[in-house]
């Protein structure tokens, strides 16, 4: 006999199962749970919804009181008759069903094989078995680990036997011994399954949820009492079996969602979800959608549908009957209820719900209120001068509602805008430019409305969508006008008191009124001008000095007022801007005003000094820069022109350390030219390591010009003075000193001139000394 026949039929006599028949136990009295274990159903195509298919024999040798059974596909139940029966039309079967027997007396699982299938599923008694399969041979002994269910959420006692595995042999062995690894067993989460190490039965030790794990492969092998391995490892599949203990979950507890009014009917709201955690494959989690509750429910309590399988929310109703303006309300709150078990009426229930929204379309033209609105203005002022209102039945604050508002007759000049108020969409309209009402006293606007959304086809702008408004301008006192405003004017600096400046015009624009105008000065800041008050003439005051900080790039400016003879007297201002000429009236004067210089400095150049003056060509630059006329100067200092504007000072030798106050000539290009007599301070220092080392020299200089003085005025008064005055050079040789020129701080020039006199004329040497 084949090795297959032999496992077979070792499975098969501890079981003591025949398909179809009776179990005998080999043993009187009753076996509570199923009298057969296995089953056969022929699929041929479809199972009808209660359709008996096998009748399966449970006896809990209790009377079967209180028995209850699962069946391991949800799409089919256990009836009162022990029948098995589809739920609904099963088109597509599992290979094995399993069905679970629990009372108070017994708790058993019995199997279904459902044959005729397209593709055979390898879970099934005869593959795990492998009849008709030819297995590898083993000379001795064979594993057999059959998969094992077991149904979540089972109730003490534990453990509970699940299965067992078995060790097919040729030969008795009575000292090997079971062993369970893997996930479940030994490894995280540990101890949830055991097993005889003598029997193999396999046990689960507590309740076990599918939803937080579907299965377990752990692996079954025998080893002799000195740990060796004697058969597998082998794998034991153990697949838990969901039950229906969670309800569906909407993600959200309350839903939004709009529809266009007018929608035709059919039209998808919305869809609603929920989630089941059970079994995807089972009914458990086969969810069903139903609306239990419309608020409002008027005109009808089924405005909406909502598919239920899918969860789409649909209008029911005809897209005429659909209109947002006659509905009694624009929002619906529907209560929706999700139930697993396909919606049979054991199944849990999950709640949510959905507002929905009726919104607007541009359906309702926008319409005056009043075929013709009144405005009143004075002239010259701007601003809104009327409101225009306007009823639209759309929804308010939407595009549909929103008004623009236009002027399409009535307005060639531009002289009035109209803006939507977004407060209450009211038209505003403004003057943009001031009325004049000598010009036109009275003015006829015609302004049109629309949404900011197109209305929808079938709907226009009709009559009531357009207004006429008559604006009268209202007279009022205007103030005189200068023109043109500003006057420019062109006058010479210096031009004599009482000159003649310009006319001022001012006129009247109430020209239906005859009025006089007065002339008086507003703003004169530098007090020049004086106007007459009949005539507007304008004369000088003062001198106009182009020079003055009031006048900025030569042009001098005063602002004047008209006031005329209404009730009340009404003003008006213009300016006056003076173009000033040049006169050289100006003085130049030389920068810097002083400079230092070493001693012993091989480079004698000074300094280079400029001209400046207050005035403009051609009464300033080219500036000419010279000695003063002191006798002597030109043995000392020296002044070569470098451009225009600037010289050059030089030292014809050196000189000791002390302070020297040169006299410098400068005169301008004017006609006729101002010259200016200046004193240029230039020291002598001590430079030392880079450090100059300057005299003050007032004190010091001081006493020797008194000293000098002194013994001039000795030998001028006595007549016993000497003939000559020697003065050591620089040289070391005595010169004859018969004139020398005293320059005093305040620039006082003195000479002493024929202090004694001789016939000899000696050379003459000019000292210049600074105080």
């Not at 479809?46 to 006896?59: T, W």
């Not at 937080?212 to 599949?237: K, R």
């Not at 000479?751 to 001789?758: E, I, N, T, Y």
Request: proline share 6%; glycine share 6%.
């Amino acid at each position: 006999m084949e090795i297959g026949v032999r496992i077979l039929l070792a499975f098969l006599v501890p079981q003591v199962a025949r398909v179809g028949g009776r179990e005998d136990g080999g043993h009187e009295g009753c076996a509570p749970g199923f009298q057969v274990k296995h089953y056969q159903v022929e699929f041929s195509g479809a199972f009808q919804k209660g359709q008996a298919l096998i009748q399966v024999e449970f006896d809990d040798c209790a009377g079967n009181e209180d028995v209850t059974f699962e069946v391991s596909d949800p799409a089919f139940y256990v009836d009162r008759d022990l029948n098995l029966v589809p739920r609904h039309d099963v088109l597509h079967s599992r290979p094995v069903l399993f069905i679970h027997g629990l009372s108070a007396h017994a708790d058993d699982m019995a199997q279904v094989e459902v044959t005729g299938l397209a593709l055979q599923s390898t879970h099934t008694l005869r593959d795990i078995l492998g009849v008709g399969q030819t297995l590898p041979f083993r000379s001795k002994r064979s594993l057999l680990i059959p998969p094992m269910i077991v149904t979540e959420n089972q109730r003490a006692p534990f453990p509970r036997k699940i299965g067992r595995s078995h060790v097919i042999s040729t030969e008795r062995l009575g000292n090997h011994i079971f062993r369970l690894t893997g996930p479940g067993a030994d490894q995280d989460p540990k101890g949830l399954f055991t097993i005889d190490i003598d029997t193999g039965d396999v046990s689960v030790s507590r309740s076990l949820d599918r939803e937080a794990i579907e299965s377990y492969q752990l692996e079954v092998s025998t080893t002799d009492f000195a740990g060796n391995l004697a058969e597998g490892p082998a794998i034991l599949l153990i697949t838990v079996i969901d039950q229906n203990d969670n309800r569906p979950i909407f993600r959200e507890r309350h839903y939004n969602g709009e529809v266009l009014e007018g929608s035709p009917k059919g039209t998808t709201v919305m869809t609603m979800m929920a989630l089941d955690a059970d079994d995807p494959g089972t009914d458990n989690a086969a969810l069903r959608y139903t609306i239990v509750r419309q608020s409002p429910d008027k005109p009808t309590p089924h405005l909406f549908y909502i598919d239920e399988e899918r969860g789409d929310i649909v209008t029911v109703i005809s897209h005429k009957l659909l209109d947002r303006e006659t509905l009694p309300t624009t929002t619906y709150e529907l209560e929706i209820v999700a139930k697993d078990m396909a919606g049979s009426e054991v199944g849990l229930t999950g709640t949510a719900t959905a507002t929905i929204t009726i919104t607007d379309k541009n359906d309702h033209a926008p319409e005056f209120t009043h075929p013709l609105f009144e405005a009143y203005v004075d002239e010259g002022s701007t601003g809104v001068v009327v409101n225009l209102t306007v009823d639209d039945r759309d929804d308010p604050d939407t595009g549909a509602w929103r008004a623009m508002y236009s002027i399409i007759n009535g307005d060639p000049t531009l002289s009035f805008e109209i803006q939507t108020n977004p407060d209450n969409n009211e038209g505003m309209l403004s003057v943009a430019k001031p009325l004049d009402y000598e010009a036109t006293a009275f003015h006829t606007l015609l302004i049109k409305v629309e949404n900011e959304d197109i209305l929808v086809p079938d709907v226009g702008y009709g009559p009531s969508s357009t207004a006429t408004v008559h604006v009268t301008v209202l007279d009022i006192n205007e103030g005189p006008v200068f023109f043109p405003d500003p006057l420019m004017v062109t006058r010479m600096e210096n031009i004599p008191l009482g000159s003649f400046v310009a006319s001022l015009n001012a006129t009247d624009p109430d020209t239906l009124q005859i009025q006089s105008i007065r002339y008086a000065v507003l703003r004169d800041p530098a007090g020049w001008l004086s106007v007459s008050p009949v005539t507007g003439t304008v004369n000088t005051s003062a001198s106009l000095d182009r020079e003055s900080p009031y006048v900025r790039d030569n042009k001098y400016t005063a602002v004047f007022i008209a006031t005329d003879k209404g009730s009340p007297p009404a003003t008006g201002t213009g300016s006056l801007v003076i173009h000033l000429e040049d006169y050289n009236d100006n003085a130049p004067f030389v920068v810097p005003s002083v400079a230092q210089v070493c001693e012993d400095a091989q480079d004698r150049n000074v300094v280079i000094v400029g001209g400046r003056d207050m005035d403009l060509a051609p009464n300033a630059a080219p500036f000419k820069i010279e000695l003063g006329k002191q006798l002597g100067l030109d043995k000392t200092w020296k002044v070569t022109r470098v451009n225009s504007t600037h010289s050059q000072i030089m030292l014809l030798h050196t000189l000791k350390k002390a302070n020297y106050q040169l006299p410098l000539l400068i005169t301008d290009s004017g006609v006729p030219p101002l010259s200016n007599n200046t004193e240029f301070k230039v020291q002598v220092c001590v430079c030392q390591k880079n450090k100059m080392h300057c005299s003050s020299g007032h004190a010091h200089r001081a006493s020797l010009q008194l000293v000098l003085l002194a013994t001039l005025l000795l030998a001028l008064l006595s007549g016993r003075a000497a003939p000559t005055a020697e003065l050591p050079s620089r040289s070391g040789r005595s010169i004859d000193l018969l004139m020398c020129s005293f320059v005093f701080s305040s620039q006082t020039v003195f000479d002493l001139v024929s202090l004694v006199k001789r016939r000899e004329q000696s050379p003459c040497l000019c000292l210049q000394w600074s105080f």
